[in-house]
């Protein structure tokens, strides 16, 4: 079918079968040589401009192009991580897990056995803070994932996590948490100075104490502890403890009046100077991903995103971390604008009501998905794991929760980073989200949602309506895997987007591509080598797949494929097939 447009609404494409088609048997795997055609349909009443060609298809077939003769594997590595790889071995397709697990390295997981063993425990995302720890510490743990990507057949990505400008965050200067008791007398100041003083607490921004006033409370990290101020001088506080607790080292705090959050007046930009030479930094260590810490504005991350155009030769993406009350009520053109979204809890938990969590969160993961951005929940998913060795039941139900509403990852902070048992708590991790996913198709709760409309071009709605439909496909097929071929990975985050019960497994031959989706639900990305020639990137890969002994004969397989146009084939293919392995 040849259109003839530019612009096309999402809403004006349809998927119908070509009447005179039987209904596929896929039961008994029975699948003739006959080609089995299905089209789009366009309503009426649509407009087309512009005088572009494209085709597309979407057929079931049988797999013959892995020729009988051709015994011969294609040339070069297999680029299947060696965890997924021996997942599918001993789990089958169904039994991969789809919830990607980020870990925060600190200084009870850095050493190279301990990155090993949490990248053999499923950790997809290695974050390095840059609140803590040198340059040289961190440079000698993202050249240790390095090496073992490199020798050992991972495929862990590298997140750095910029520190912010830190303007609500104080610190007691023990070098542990500090116990407050009730009615006990503290003086918040912007005073610098070396080690600690007793009741005597830092804070890093000089203007911290604007707009507060006698009277206000000031809460720290979200309810840790309490204090009440009695008298202001300049900019220091007098502050009496009217709820007990623990005081961590560098802690965040807030101003609370009448139950109402109080803002000060600061101005100060999202990336300070250290955050920028943090950043160069990670540019000339060749990271993949950059949380943007404090984000309360799109301009912030469009401005990153541009200099790392200017500076990085690769593609490296940019998450912006959703944890003030300012960035809620700009959520949706933050995430329009980043790469990605992280939903920081802990840091959220001190700027809005508590109770307001569970809801926020929710909703933030729904705009990600509406938007196609993927989405992390971070913060205190199993924050009793930092001491003792089991979850609490609540935990488990927190985690199962963020698993339902279909986040994209997971994420560990203190429970990897300081903890005494973060293998165990990865270890839960694991458990509980490949739990709740088995259930969730049980039930059969994985059902589609009604999207946002992403493109504007006609090639754009077209990809999107072809995934759409690709997932809707695989679902009521009951397909063992979807296969997608894809250069910069959007067709593959198009179909995770739908949340689809089968895995995808995206071939690329990006690296960039490759560790870029390691975020994103239920995707397994493989690096080779692709040609302009779709059916022969589709013959190669699966035996490839069948030579390791990934996929078997009886095994359904639906193939998406974009190929973009050349000289000797001018027009833009993109097709849907679904194929069984004889």
Known sequence: MVLKSMVASASDLSLVSVAGNPPLDLKNRVFGSRVISLGFRFNKGSKWKGNERFNFK???????????????????????????????????????????????????????????????????VARLNMCHGTREWHRDVIRKIKKLNEEKGFCVSVMIDTEGSQIH??????????????????????????????????????????????????????????????????????????????????????????????????????LSTKDWADIDFGIAEGVDFFALSFVNHADSVKDLKMYLSTKSTKSIKVLAKIESLESLHKLEEIVQ????????????????????????????????????????????????????????????????????????????????????YGRKA?????????????????????????????????????????????????????????????????????????????????FTNDDSTRMALTLQWGVVPILVDLSDDAESNISKSVQLMKSRGLISQGDVVLVVSDVAPTRASPMAFQSIQVKTII
Request: hydrophobic residues 40%; charged residues 20%; negative net charge.
């Open 58 to 124: 979407v057929r079931a077939a049988v797999e013959v192009g892995v020729e009988r003769s051709k015994s011969k594997a294609l040339e070069g590595g297999f680029g299947l991580d060696v965890v997924s790889e021996a997942e599918l071995t001993v789990k089958g397709f169904a039994g991969l897990r789809k919830t990607k697990l980020v870990c925060t390295v600190g200084p009870a997981c850095s050493s190279m056995e301990d990155l090993e063993n949490l990248a053999l425990g499923g950790m997809s």
């Open 169 to 270: 965050v104080v610190d007691h200067g023990a070098p542990s948490s500090v116990k407050v008791e009730e009615g006990s007398n503290w003086v918040f100041t912007a005073e610098h100075y070396e080690g600690s003083r007793p009741f005597t607490v830092q804070t890093n921004y000089r203007g911290f104490s604007e707009g507060t006033e006698v009277g206000d409370e000031l809460v720290i990290d979200g309810g840790m502890a309490c204090f009440e101020v009695t008298e202001k001088t300049g900019n220091d506080l007098h502050c009496k403890c009217i709820d007990a607790g623990l005081f961590l080292p560098g802690a965040k705090f807030s101003f609370w009046r009448d139950g109402k959050l109080v803002r000060g007046n600061n101005k100060l930009p999202t």
């Open 337 to 420: 604008a980043s790469d990605g979204i992280m939903v920081a809890r802990g840091d959220l938990g001190v700027e809005i009501p508590l109770e307001q969590i569970p809801t926020v969160q929710e909703d933030i993961i729904y705009v990600c998905r509406q938007l196609n951005k993927p989405v992390i929940v971070a913060s205190q998913l199993l924050e009793s794991m930092v001491e003792y060795p089991t979850p609490t039941r609540a935990e488990v139900a927190d985690v199962s929760e963020a698993v339902r509403q279909y986040a994209d990852a997971l994420m560990l902070s203190g429970e990897s980073a300081i903890g005494s």
């Open 426 to 506: 990865l270890a839960v991790l694991d458990m509980a989200s490949s739990r709740m996913e088995s259930w969730s198709r049980e039930e059969n709760r994985q059902s589609l949602v009604s999207h946002h409309q992403l493109g504007e071009s006609l090639p754009e709605c077209i990809t999107e309506q072809i995934c759409n439909c690709a997932v809707e496909m695989a679902n009521n097929l009951g397909v063992d895997a979807i296969f997608v071929y894809t250069k910069y990975g959007h067709m593959a985050s198009l179909l995770s987007r739908n949340r689809p019960n089968p895995p995808i497994f995206a």
